[in-house]
């Protein structure tokens, strides 16, 4: 059997070191709060994604809407509140 293999350089170079820079982390630990509402929320959707939602549920839906928007407008407050000048 023979194999076919491109035996050319790839188009873009990747770095030699992958790892995220600090000011990367730094943001990713921001969208934490906002990262964990939305997969609670994620997760109330696909509970009840094979079956028609009961009352409990609605609640539970709705509850986990408004934490992700919470974690949001806290994130937008956030980021607003480190802009030189602060808020407009």
Do not use: C, Y
Not at 12 to 29: F, Q, R, V, W
Not at 36 to 45: C, I, K, P, S, T
């Amino acid at each position: 059997m023979k194999f076919i293999v491109a035996r050319h350089k790839p188009v873009t170079s990747l770095p030699p070191d992958l790892e995220p820079t600090d000011a990367e982390l730094t943001a990713i630990e921001w969208e934490v709060p906002l990262i964990l509402a939305e997969r609670d929320l994620l997760d109330v959707e696909i509970t009840v994604m094979d079956r028609a939602p009961s009352e409990l549920d609605e609640r539970r839906i709705r509850r986990a809407r408004r934490r992700v928007l919470a974690a949001r407008r806290a994130l937008t407050n956030q980021a607003v509140a480190t802009l030189p000048g602060g808020a407009a």
